[in-house]
């Protein structure tokens, strides 16, 4: 398709994200009319070629396809809600991160209102988007994640369709950055605990980025014992694990830095421990992790 025949499309919220996915249906041609709830986001696009309309609902009426992506859910209810009759009988993309049981609630309510809806979650920062190191995850009817891949290509020339279930890209989004955030607040527990001990965050770095090199290995690792329900603990026991934690919460105390989540993981692994798997791999964590049913 050459960039004069490329479909109109709308961006709905004009945060870091937004505006990097409006930049990227302009780079790709395609005719982009944007809305904003404050309106002078929408400045630079503008210069850029960009429509700007006055309300969401305008906005909406652009074209056959709207992206939204804004902070969370409540603000994307808010958006539809007043654009719901301008929306009905055309396809809305949300991109906007949030629980696995909001994005099925909002694909009930577009449901009810004769939308057609196609939920994602970004994986990436602002900077990929529209390049190769793009990573856009789509669950909802594979019917509309076909007819509208040419344009969401624009985004993420490689996206990914993960199912039916509306609510499936959002559930792999929160485990994705339950592990990224994990790792972010133990990467600055690390540096903390390092300057305490007169090491700088500088020197600790390139140790750090090995420790970070051990991870992918594990994730492999780790998802094949607990996809097999077998843990052998061969190279690493759990109770070896817990010696392991202790002392880094000994020497957190020791010099006055919060030990809050790493005495959580203490408890997890002890569990696993007192359930009678302390030969087994730590992997063995993830079933202990599970501390109650939820209720329905
Ligand atoms: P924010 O999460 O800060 O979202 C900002 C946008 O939300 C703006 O358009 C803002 O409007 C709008 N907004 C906030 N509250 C309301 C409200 N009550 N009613 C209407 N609009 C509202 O910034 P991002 O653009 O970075 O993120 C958007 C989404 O993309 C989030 O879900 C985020 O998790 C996800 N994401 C972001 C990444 C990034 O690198 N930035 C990476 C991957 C995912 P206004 O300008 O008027 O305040």
Redesign the pocket.
Known sequence: MSAANRTPVTVL??????QALARAFLAAGHPTTVW???AS?ADRLVADGAILAPTAADAALAGDLAVI????A??VR??VEQAADALRGRTLVN???DTPERARELAAWAGEHGIDYLPGA?M???SSIGNEAASILYSGPEELFRRHRPALAALDASATYLGADPGRAAAHEVALLDLFWSSVSGLMHAYALARAENITAGELAPFAKGIGDLIPIMIDEFASHIDSGEYPGDESTTVSTLAGVEHVIEASEARGIDTAALTAIRASVQRVIDSGHGEDSIARLSDALRVAVPAG
């Open positions: 919220g004009l945060g870091p994200m937004g904003n709830r404050t986001k992506c804004v902070i969370d409540g603000a808010s958006i991109l906007t991160a970004i990436t920062p602002t």
